[in-house]
């Protein structure tokens, strides 16, 4: 079993910064690789970022060059910044873990950002 806590999520006006942390615990050893997704209002969910246990990255292409995903392995965190907010950004946040080769089986319960015009 892994748990997957977020934080940082809030409300901050277009143009702004956040920072999303997540933190893990339970059987890390298990990880290959973790992501962010998000969820609008009536939208599915969609991958915007992930990392794997090597530091390999992607990016949905909306965010490309506004987020960056990093992790601190001696913290089991992963973190999201995320620039430039833009309105559309606006969504749940969840966290997720994976093992190789496999889809994201463990989820965080979610944080709300919310990006002002």
């Given at each position: 079993q892994v748990q997957l806590v977020e934080s940082g999520g809030g409300l901050v006006q277009a143009g702004g910064s956040l920072r999303l942390s997540c933190a893990a615990s339970g059987s890390?050893?298990?990880?290959?690789?973790?992501?962010?997704?998000?969820?609008?209002?009536g939208k599915q969910r969609e991958l915007v970022a992930a990392i794997t246990s090597g530091g390999n990255t992607n990016y949905a292409d909306s965010v490309k060059g506004r987020f960056t995903i990093s992790r601190d392995n001696a913290k089991n965190t992963v973190y999201l910044q995320m620039n430039s907010l833009k309105p559309e950004d606006t969504a749940v946040y969840y966290c997720a873990s994976r093992p190789a080769g496999t889809n994201y089986n463990y989820w965080g319960q979610g944080t709300q950002v919310t990006v002002s015009s």
């Open positions: 890390i050893f298990s990880i290959n690789a973790m992501g962010w997704y998000r969820q609008a209002p």
